[in-house]
């Protein structure tokens, strides 16, 4: 079955460390993404890529890193200097063409500890 | 700025009609989305607008009107696992979805 997998789902972090969620696809999607989500604040977008080897930030990406080396997949590093990080991560991807919304992975929960 | 509102939260009683609104404003339109989202699950596509007027989809309709920048999501005949958040979902004119803070419903028996 075609889908998105976001693993971890719970990721416990030391202040300091920088951490990698995962995200993979095999959609044959072009474009992914990356939201944080808080509570009462809706989903804000951190990273996006619309092709391999290229990717935008979004309205929040300080403190994030991304790359998009293969088109199945779109890492996000969380690092040192994200100051509050501790949120629900969620993947995203979609084909070309305005008639098609997102699919989105199960999401990544990360707790700093 | 790109805006998208929606209530903060509602609650209804099993088998009733709710109707929730979404009004925006941003930089272009390429059509609104609907996302149901249960607590610590991902969304999951609901539907799609683009031109005005009402799509009924089962139990769920959602309407259009690009000129008030306004959409209502309609859920008929709730049952309780309806209880969730619905979001309300923007495509952009740099082809992102820009989305709304959530709608979160209670369903009561």
């Known amino acids: 079955d075609g889908g998105i997998t976001q693993s971890p789902k719970y990721l416990f972090r030391k202040e300091g460390q920088n951490v990698t969620l995962s995200c993979e696809q095999n959609l044959n999607h072009d474009a992914m993404y990356w939201y944080r989500q808080d509570p009462g604040q809706g989903l804000r977008l951190i990273y996006y890529s619309q092709i391999v080897n290229d990717f935008q930030k979004g309205d929040i990406a300080e403190g994030y890193s991304v790359s998009r080396e293969k088109k199945e997949s779109f890492p996000l590093t969380v690092t040192s200097a994200q100051k509050n990080p501790t949120a629900f991560y969620l993947c995203?991807?979609?084909?070309?063409?305005?008639?098609?919304?997102?699919?989105f992975g199960s999401g990544t929960r990360l707790t700093v500890v | 700025g790109q805006n998208i509102d929606q209530p903060t939260e509602m609650t209804a009683t099993e088998g009733a009609i709710v109707q929730i609104n979404c009004t925006y404003q941003t930089s272009g339109f390429n059509g609104l989305f609907w996302y149901q989202q249960h607590a610590g699950e991902a969304p999951t596509f609901l539907s799609y607008n683009v031109l005005d007027g009402l799509e009924e989809k089962g139990r769920f309709s959602s309407f259009l009107s690009r000129s008030k920048g306004y959409s209502y999501l309609l859920l008929k005949e709730l049952q309780m696992k309806d209880s969730a958040s619905y979001l309300c979902?923007?495509?952009?004119?740099?082809?992102?979805?820009?989305f709304g803070t959530g709608t979160r419903l209670q369903v009561f028996p």
């Open positions: 995203a991807s979609s084909p070309p063409g305005y008639g098609y919304g997102y699919t």
């Open positions: 979902a923007v495509r952009d004119n740099t082809d992102k979805l820009i």
